[in-house]
């Protein structure tokens, strides 16, 4: 047997895995207007009667910003190799332009400091989701300027915490901030205009492109650049060629419109065709997919559950759920005429059918499409209705299957050739998900909201054995389910 042979069969990740965990500022902070931060357009939006389930907002969260050195303790505790945090654009620059504030970056510094004296790598993300109030004011991501003023805030945390953190991601899931933002309107900004959704996925394309040059000039060479997407698993509910067709118009409009330009330098032609009768992307200038080619690092890869979709009769698919809420609002520009599936298998609480093989899949098309490119997978992980029994334990067996299961297609994609670097369980932390509030549950800690103490759930220990011995365990033990 050769060596990887007997780590397959042993159960083993190539060593130097990195295990590691997730969150985002606005869903994790709180101290919304501590230190000088200013609203995103997550505040506005949480702050508006009926956008956010049970009026929740990100005001206290989970109190991070206070509880960040406690939270580095349970990080060790996990065994985390790594963690993957998100800095809040109004907290470092609060009008989105312009000179930073100190306050904010030295909050990211303390953090940073701490995760390295504990031997966790810091992995930043610029952009999870919440902009400066005052540039959705301006016109937001529809508008070209907001990909300069990303730009420019790029530099500012590259130059403060360039030194010490290698691992950076632009931007988080582009396709959430526009096709949710300006299309279905079930996230911030809330818009609901399939014209902005396009150009507002263009000008997150290009805030990647032109932030990724200046974190290059910024900072040494070693510091890798990524971008972590959500691209979709979209799969036809039959092999009629209607079904193949509308299954390939998601895909475009859902992966091609990112990893295009991204990896390709260029929009899908298919893509452009498809979306002619709203627009003919004169957005799009001279330069800008250069730009956007720019060379990545790695590619951060979010996975939770596949699509199904199929060609409708008619328009019967509304009132759509598209896994961040529910909304008469289709987010996908010119495509009334595709209906959405629920897959079938089991469901975590947000719905979502549990099947691994998505996982496999995407692993796989990456690994076909950009051989050479590491990857990471940036986000995993279920939503359970956590509870802790009378003994204060937080007994949480299906989330341990679903990560088992995922873990296990991640060990199989490797044996296949994928170059998988590392593994985010998403999340860290119980928190804030979007206009769900506090009602769904993530973390593998479980966190009382009402006195923000921390319990690690049974799937925290497991992961946290995971992260010891760098191999799956062979089954649950039964004293964490
Ligand atoms: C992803 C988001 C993350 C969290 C998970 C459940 O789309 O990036 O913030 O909401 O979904």
């Given at each position: 047997?050769s060596?990887?042979?007997?780590?397959?069969?042993?159960?083993?990740?190539?060593?130097?895995?990195?295990?590691?965990?997730a969150?985002?500022?606005?869903?994790?902070?709180?101290?919304?207007?501590?230190?000088?931060?200013?609203?995103?357009?997550?505040?506005?939006?949480?702050?508006?009667?009926?956008?956010?389930?049970g009026?929740?907002?990100?005001?206290?969260?989970?109190?991070?910003?206070?509880?960040?050195r406690?939270?580095?303790?349970?990080?060790?505790?996990?065994?985390?190799?790594?963690?993957?945090?998100?800095?809040?654009?109004?907290?470092?620059?609060?009008?989105?332009?312009?000179?930073?504030?100190?306050?904010?970056?030295?909050?990211?510094?303390?953090?940073?400091d701490?995760?390295l004296?504990?031997?966790?790598?810091?992995?930043?993300?610029?952009y999870?989701?919440?902009?400066?109030?005052?540039?959705?004011d301006?016109?937001?991501?529809?508008?070209?300027?907001?990909?300069?003023?990303?730009?420019?805030?790029?530099?500012?945390?590259?130059?403060?915490l360039?030194?010490?953190?290698?691992?950076?991601?632009?931007?988080?899931?582009?396709?959430?901030?526009?096709?949710?933002?300006?299309?279905?309107?079930?996230?911030?900004?809330?818009?609901t205009?399939?014209?902005?959704?396009?150009?507002?996925?263009?000008?997150?394309?290009?805030?990647?492109?032109?932030?990724?040059?200046?974190?290059?000039?910024?900072?040494?060479?070693?510091?890798?650049?990524?971008?972590?997407l959500?691209?979709?698993?979209?799969?036809?509910?039959?092999?009629?060629?209607?079904?193949?067709?509308?299954?390939?118009?998601?895909?475009?409009?859902?992966?091609?419109?990112?990893?295009g330009?991204?990896?390709?330098?260029?929009?899908?032609?298919?893509?452009?065709a498809?979306?002619?009768?709203?627009?003919?992307?004169?957005?799009?200038?001279?330069?800008?997919?250069?730009?956007?080619?720019?060379?990545?690092?790695?590619?951060?890869?979010?996975?939770?559950?596949?699509?199904?979709?199929?060609?409708?009769?008619?328009?019967?698919?509304?009132?759509?759920?598209?896994?961040?809420?529910?909304?008469e609002?289709?987010?996908?520009?010119?495509?009334?005429?595709?209906?959405?599936?629920?897959?079938?298998?089991?469901?975590?609480?947000?719905?979502?059918?549990?099947?691994?093989?998505?996982?496999?899949?995407?692993?796989?098309?990456y690994?076909?499409?950009?051989?050479?490119?590491p990857?990471?997978?940036?986000?995993?992980?279920?939503?359970?209705?956590?509870?802790?029994?009378?003994?204060?334990?937080?007994?949480?067996?299906?989330?341990?299957?679903?990560?088992?299961?995922h873990?296990?297609?991640?060990?199989?994609?490797?044996q296949?050739?994928?170059d998988?670097r590392?593994?985010?369980?998403?999340?860290?932390?119980?928190?804030?998900?979007?206009s769900?509030?506090?009602?769904?549950?993530?973390?593998?800690?479980?966190?009382?909201?009402?006195?923000?103490?921390?319990?690690?759930?049974?799937?925290?220990?497991?992961?946290?054995?995971?992260a010891?011995?760098?191999r799956?365990?062979?089954?649950?033990?039964?004293?964490?389910?």
């Open positions: 047997m060596d990887s042979q007997s780590d397959a069969a042993s159960g083993a990740f190539p060593p130097g895995f990195l295990w590691g965990a969150t985002a500022s606005y869903q994790i902070e709180g101290a919304a207007r501590e230190d000088g931060r200013t609203p995103s357009i997550w505040d506005t939006f949480s702050h508006t009667p009926g956008k956010v389930l009026g929740d907002t990100g005001d206290v969260a989970v109190d991070h910003y206070h509880r960040w406690e939270d580095v303790g349970l990080m060790k505790q996990l065994g985390l190799g790594a963690y993957r945090f998100s800095v809040s654009w109004p907290r470092v620059q609060p009008t989105g332009r312009g000179p930073a504030v100190q306050r904010g970056l030295d909050f990211y510094r303390r953090l940073v701490e995760l004296a504990s031997g966790i790598q810091p992995a930043l993300t610029l999870h989701w919440d902009l400066p109030q005052e540039l959705e301006a016109g937001g991501w529809p508008e070209r300027d907001t990909a300069l003023r990303f730009a420019d805030y790029a530099a500012i945390v590259a130059d403060a360039g030194d010490r953190v290698e691992n950076w991601i632009t931007l988080n899931e582009p396709w959430c901030s526009s096709f949710l933002g300006y299309g279905s309107g079930v996230h911030a900004p809330g818009r205009d399939h014209l902005a959704t396009l150009r507002a996925a263009h000008h997150l394309n290009l805030a990647h492109g032109l932030g990724a040059q200046r974190l290059r000039a910024a900072m040494p060479a070693r510091n890798r650049i990524a971008i972590s959500n691209t979709a698993v979209v799969r036809p509910l039959t092999q009629s060629p209607e079904d193949q067709d509308a299954a390939r118009r998601i895909d475009a409009l859902a992966n091609g419109i990112f990893d330009p991204l990896l390709d330098g260029a929009y899908p032609e298919d893509l452009i498809d979306t002619a009768r709203l627009t003919d992307w004169s957005f799009v200038r001279d330069g800008d997919l250069a730009a956007i080619n720019h060379p990545l690092d790695a590619l951060g890869l979010n996975y939770y559950t596949p699509s199904l979709v199929s060609r409708a009769d008619d328009n019967a698919a509304a009132p759509r759920a598209d896994g961040h809420g529910t909304t609002h289709s987010p996908w520009p010119c495509a009334d005429d595709i209906a959405f599936h629920q897959t079938p298998g089991e469901r975590t609480a947000m719905g979502w059918t549990v099947d691994p093989t998505g996982l496999y899949d995407l692993l796989m098309r690994t076909r499409k950009a051989p050479d490119l990857l990471y997978i940036t986000e995993n992980g279920a939503a359970y209705d956590d509870k802790p029994d009378p003994d204060g334990q937080v007994r949480d067996p299906e989330r341990l299957a679903y990560l088992r299961a873990l296990g297609t991640v060990r199989r994609a490797i296949d050739g994928a998988v590392g593994y985010y369980l998403w999340s860290l932390l119980d928190n804030f998900e979007w769900y509030g506090y009602s769904k549950r993530f973390g593998a800690v479980y966190v009382d909201y009402a006195t923000q103490a921390r319990t690690i759930k049974a799937s925290g220990h497991w992961y946290a054995e995971l010891k011995t760098g799956l365990p062979k089954e649950p033990a039964d004293s964490m389910t």
